[in-house]
């Protein structure tokens, strides 16, 4: 048991829909990430948010939004994507990092499909 | 910048075979070292870290040292089994290009790994 959840699991949408992924936080951590798995490629961290405040953005295009309304809970919304979007997006909780060896909880992801 | 060189497999071994997968690493700090997990369908677990040079982290029945001289963290099990199964992450962490404290993680691009009966 990881104590990360994603929701939903699949999702399935046309270049111009919009939609949500859910992620939520059962361990009491106070930083949150999203990362993007595609495959033949390393894992790509596009945000980072500590004590609710972003502290990391790599260049991840607007098409993506994250919200995160609290330290349990992080948003990522979706608009007019691109099909090279498909992929796993997981996301990870962890203390607010006071030094190197931190560890990271991840959730089981959410396997997005853009047609 | 950061970055983690892993064997690319996959890789495919019989139950009770010894297992190595290589990592290599370049970081411009003095990183700690991970080794993740990811079954089928499932998120990445933590399987062992080491801090500091010299460190052995172990878990499972995997072993890794930190070897500063060689930038390596090689993972090794001496008898895998057919739950073993998975995809290997090598990763580090250090701090981010803030240089504050909110490391990051760099992870290799994984090793699959498939364990017959």
């Known amino acids: 048991e990881t104590g990360v959840t994603q929701t939903p699991r699949h999702l399935v949408m046309g270049m111009t829909n919009k939609k949500s992924l859910k992620c939520e936080q059962h361990l009491g951590h106070n930083a949150m990430y999203w990362y993007k798995q595609s495959a033949k490629k390393p894992l790509e961290l596009m945000f980072v948010?500590?004590?609710?405040?972003?502290?990391e953005n790599n260049s991840v295009p607007s098409r993506f939004s994250p919200e995160c309304p609290n330290s349990s809970h992080l948003f990522l919304h979706l608009h007019t994507l691109q099909p090279e979007d498909s992929a796993l997006y997981l996301c990870a909780s962890s203390q607010r990092p006071a030094g190197p060896s931190y560890e990271q909880y991840f959730g089981p992801g959410t396997r997005l499909t853009v047609t | 910048g950061n970055s983690v060189t892993q064997m690319e497999g996959p890789v495919t071994l019989s139950e009770e075979a010894f297992l190595t997968i290589n990592c290599t690493y370049t970081?411009?700090?003095?990183?700690?070292l991970f080794w993740y997990v990811q079954y089928p369908g499932e998120g990445l677990q933590l399987l062992l870290k080491?801090?500091?040079?010299?460190d052995k982290g172990s878990n499972k029945g995997f072993e890794a040292t930190y070897r500063k001289e060689t930038t390596s963290f090689h993972l090794e099990k001496g008898s895998v089994q057919v739950s073993d199964s998975a995809v290997y992450f090598c990763?580090?962490?250090?701090?981010?290009?803030?240089?504050?404290?909110?490391?990051?993680?760099?992870f290799g691009k994984g090793t699959l790994l498939t364990v017959n009966p």
């Open positions: 948010y500590s004590l609710e405040e972003r502290v």
């Open positions: 080491a801090t500091k040079a010299d």
């Open positions: 970081a411009t700090g003095y990183p700690s």
């Open positions: 990763a580090l962490s250090d701090r981010g290009e803030s240089g504050g404290s909110n490391y990051k993680l760099t």
